[in-house]
Nanobody
Framework: QVQLVESGGGLVQEGGSLRLSCTAS????????MGWYRQAPGKQRELVAT????????NYAASVKGRFTISRDNAKNTIYLQMNSLKPEDTAVYYC?????????WGQGTQVTVSS
């Protein structure tokens, strides 16, 4: 099993930046893909970005491409989401998700609020 702990959310003004972190513990060698999702009030949870175990393949939602960057430090079992040029519509709870041989696991979520 894998456990996830997220950090880095907060309140930022439009155009600002934040970096989210997600650290995995447990059976981390079984992880294949890690990623970030978000859920805004009244909306469905949506994919933001994913990265494979080797860090060589990334995938981004069209709405964040060019502004957000996902990266991975396997030595620390941590992924990051660097968010630049933030917009009010980026306001949401951001969740870390992993897919491993045991299935999927989610973090507890971290709030990101972008003020205009």
């Amino acid at each position: 099993q894998v456990q996830l702990v997220e950090s880095g959310g907060g309140l930022v003004q439009e155009g600002g930046s934040l970096r989210l972190s997600c650290t995995a513990s447990g059976s981390t060698s079984s992880i294949n893909v890690m990623g970030w999702y978000r859920q805004a009030p009244g909306k469905q949870r949506e994919l933001v970005a994913t990265i494979t175990s080797g860090g060589d393949n990334t995938n981004y939602a069209a709405s964040v491409k060019g502004r957000f960057t996902i990266s991975r430090d396997n030595a620390k079992n941590t992924i990051y989401l660097q968010m630049n040029s933030l917009k009010p519509e980026d306001t949401a709870v951001y969740y870390c998700k992993i897919v491993s041989v045991f299935g999927a696991a989610w973090g507890q979520g971290t709030q990101v609020t972008v003020s205009s």
